[in-house]
C-alpha cells in the first residue's frame, strides 16, 4: 500500500520514470545486549524486506529517555521508551506520538550471589550504578532510591550502562546495578551464565512508587526459569514504542500493521516482542496513538 502511495504521487508530480525516493527510518533503541536493541534489529529487518522504498536502521543509545529527545528532535522516527520516563500531561512536550504499547519492563537489581546485597536497605553506603544518562533505568531507580529512603548520598551512585555495569560488578568496582528490561536480559544472562549472581526482590516498593509518581508501576515476577536464579519480584512498567508525531498516516499504518502481523518473527528476535497483542497495544496513555497506527487498530483490531 505504501509502495502503490508513493508511486501514486511521484505520477502526479510528472515523475513517473524517476526510482522512488527511499525514505529513512531510524529506530531509537539501547544497549547492544538490550531488548531494545534486539526488538530494534528485527523490525528493522522486517521493515526493510517489506516496505521497499523504505530504509530501516537502528540507533544504539542510552535508551528510553536520550530516545524520546531524539524522535521529538527529528533525529530518529521511532523508538522505545517506558512510560515513566514521558511527561504526565503532553503539553509543551516533543512532538512524538504511540504506535503501540510492547511489552512491561522489569526493573532488575543486579548484585553478586555470594555479596551482602539482599534487600534494597542494603545498598546504603554501597557503590550502584543506577543506569546511563538518559535511560529509563535511570528515572526508575532514582525514583525507587528515593521512595526508599536512600537518596542523596546514601547510596554512592555511578551512571553506567547495561554491559559497563555488568564489567563493572565482575571486577568488583561498584557492589550492585540496576537494569530495567524486557525478559531476559541477554547481558544480565550472560552474566548469570559465567558467574554466581542474584536478583533483589524489589516487590514491596511498588505500591510506594505508585502513590508518589503514578499508575503505570505494577508488579511483576522474575521466574527462575528466566536466568537460573530464585524467582523474585520486582517493579514493572509499560514500554511503547513511539514515533515522530509529523510521519506520514499511510507510512505509520504501515509500520504498525508490520509491527502486529510479524509478532511471530520480532518475538523469535527476542521474547518480550511475542507478549505484543492488538487489544494491549492501544493502551498508551498519556501519549496518544499516531493517526496512521489508530487507523489501523480501528479497521484490523479483533
Known amino acids: 500500500m505504501l509502495t502503490v502511495l508513493l508511486t501514486a504521487t511521484l505520477s502526479a508530480a510528472g515523475c513517473q520514470d524517476t526510482p522512488a525516493e527511499q525514505t529513512s527510518i531510524r ?103 543506577v543506569g546511563a544518562p538518559g535511560s529509563g533505568t535511570e528515572i526508575t531507580a532514582t525514583r525507587l532510591l528515593e521512595v526508599a ?53 524489589l516487590s514491596e516498593w511498588t505500591e510506594q512508587l505508585r502513590a508518589r509518581y503514578g499508575q503505570v508501576y505494577v508488579s511483576r515476577d522474575i521466574p527462575r526459569s528466566v536466568y537460573g536464579m530464585d524467582a523474585v519480584t520486582t517493579v514493572a512498567d509499560p514500554n511503547y514504542l513511539i514515533v515522530r508525531a509529523d510521519l506520514p498516516a499511510p507510512l505509520v499504518r504501515e509500520v504498525t500493521r508490520l509491527l502486529m502481523d510479524r509478532r511471530a518473527e520480532l518475538a523469535a528476535a527476542h521474547p518480550a516482542a511475542g507478549r505484543m497483542s492488538p487489544r494491549s497495544a492501544i493502551v498508551t496513555a498519556p501519549l496518544p496513538l499516531h493517526p496512521g497506527a489508530a487507523s489501523w487498530y480501528r479497521a484490523d483490531k479483533p
Open 149 to 201: 529512603g536512600l537518596g542523596g548520598d546514601q547510596v554512592r551512585r555511578t551512571r553506567l550502562g547495561l554491559d559497563d555495569s555488568v564489567a563493572a560488578l565482575g571486577s568488583g568496582q561498584i557492589d550492585a546495578f540496576f537494569f530495567s528490561g524486557g525478559l531476559p536480559v541477554r547481558g544480565i544472562a550472560d552474566l548469570a551464565r559465567r558467574s554466581a549472581t542474584r536478583i533483589v526482590d
Open 27 to 129: 529506530i531509537a533503541t539501547g544497549s547492544p545486549t538490550a531488548v531494545y536493541y534486539a526488538f530494534g534489529q528485527s523490525l528493522a529487518a522486517i521493515l526493510n524486506r517489506e516496505l521497499p522504498d523504505v530504509h530501516a536502521s537502528v540507533v544504539i543509545t542510552a535508551a528510553s529517555a536520550e530516545n524520546v529527545q531524539l524522535v521529538g528532535s527529528g533525529a530518529a522516527e521511532l523508538g522505545f521508551t517506558q512510560a515513566d520516563v514521558l511527561p504526565t500531561s503532553t503539553a509543551g512536550s516533543p512532538a512524538v506520538e504511540a504506535i503501540a504499547r510492547v511489552y512491561d519492563d522489569q526493573l532488575h537489581l543486579v548484585t553478586t550471589g555470594g555479596g551482602p546485597v539482599r534487600t534494597l536497605d542494603d545498598l546504603r553506603g554501597r557503590r550502584v550504578s
